[in-house]
């Protein structure tokens, strides 16, 4: 089977979409020989994100821009079919919630969440429109439909008319090196360099709104006044949109030499990171999957999550839930998640077995048999 998979998200995306797609392609290489895949990136490849090599891969690389290509295929729907550029396939994947015009070939797009319609107010208002336009477009044209989350799949169904038997949950896989040895070196270096005096707690993901860093914000500034309540609070993402309010939190909740705030954390450190802190804290009003909740579990680090999006799926009695509007409870949940040394352990062992489970090999299978399905759906 010919394969043809839009690789650009893995090219112009360090974090979140572009992880995911470089870890499916990766753990397809390892697990199929036979098939042939093609890799289009309408961006060119750098040092640090190349394209993969292997003798059944080809590249194709046409650098007009991740945001020319969108605009030409997505706004002004120029009639430029997909083979022209990536050639022809048996079928094709779009791995972030949209789909280039097709002449012939069958298609699988992957949505990873909704929160463009169940929490708008979370994205800038561009943003929304335009995921409302393009999204419900992609999954009418699409054979078949990818979701991250059975929370995703009810909400394509509930939201966007999306029939059942034309999804396929899909849950994202855990790479190894999160579930590997603790490098104490490595720790220790990372904890010299952003200054984490334990006990820490970790957030990890965009700022945005729909992460509620702000909220845990003013949690964390409540749990520090607490003897043996945690000291750092640890954030590990980039700048994404409306994010004034939560360096407004610092200053009004008076912690500013307490917060760190690290940006963009290569691949290479994250496990290291997590084995640097004491507790994962992911209170998110809406997650259509949640990584970093699934690594922390992989790397034995205890979890307090919003009970709210695919959260509950994904970490469920390996961590404690709290809804994402109650900072009291936040904060109540941050003190036990450091000081119950037996809750801790309780957490730690069920979200290894809970890890375990989530591997980017069973991923990628799974995604084999949706291309066989919509090959031969068409």
């Not at 336009?133 to 009418?140: T, Y």
């Not at 917060?259 to 290291?272: A, G, I, N, T």
């Amino acid at each position: 089977m010919r394969i043809a998979i839009d690789y650009t998200p893995a090219i112009a995306q360090s974090a979140g979409i572009g992880r995911y797609t470089r870890e499916l392609v990766a753990a397809l290489i390892r697990i199929d020989s036979a098939d042939r895949f093609t890799l289009f990136s309408a961006e060119r490849p750098t040092a640090e994100r190349s394209l993969p090599e292997a003798p059944n891969i080809r590249a194709r690389v046409v650098p007009i821009g991740n945001r020319n290509l969108t605009i030409l295929w997505q706004r002004l729907h120029a009639p430029i079919p997909a083979e022209l550029l990536m050639g022809n396939a048996d079928v094709l994947h779009g791995p972030d919630f949209i789909l280039p015009p097709v002449a012939r070939m069958p298609s699988v797009v992957t949505v990873h969440d909704v929160a463009f319609l169940t929490h708008p107010d979370c994205a800038v208002p561009s943003l929304a429109r335009y995921l409302s336009m393009v999204v419900p477009r992609a999954v009418r044209a699409a054979e078949r439909v990818i979701a991250v989350s059975q929370r995703t799949a009810a909400d394509l169904t509930a939201l966007l008319d999306v029939a059942p038997k034309k999804l396929t949950v899909i849950p994202n896989g855990i790479a190894p090196r999160f579930s590997g040895a603790r490098d104490e070196a490595a720790i220790a270096r990372l904890r010299a360099v952003y200054r984490i005096e334990g006990p820490a707690v970790l957030a990890v993901g965009t700022i945005e709104p729909r992460k509620n860093y702000a909220r845990l914000i003013a949690a964390f500034a409540e749990a520090r006044r607490t003897s043996g309540g945690p000291r750092t609070l640890v954030i590990a993402g980039r700048k994404g949109w409306l994010y004034d309010d939560v360096f407004e939190a610092v200053e009004r909740c008076h912690v500013s030499d307490g917060v760190r705030f690290l940006d963009y954390v290569p691949d290479e450190d994250l496990p290291s990171l997590y084995h640097a802190a004491d507790l994962l804290a992911i209170p998110s009003r809406y997650e259509g999957f949640g990584i970093p909740a699934a690594e922390a579990m992989a790397s034995g680090l205890p979890v307090v999550y919003g009970d709210a999006g695919a959260l509950p799926e994904v970490v469920g009695d390996a961590g404690l839930a709290v809804p994402p509007e109650d900072a009291a409870a936040l904060t109540e949940a941050l003190l036990r998640g450091i000081q119950d040394v037996a809750l801790r352990e309780q957490m730690v062992a069920r979200g290894r077995e809970r890890a375990a489970g989530l591997t980017w090999e069973a991923a990628a299978l799974a995604h084999l048999q949706v291309y066989r399905t919509a090959a031969g759906a068409a």
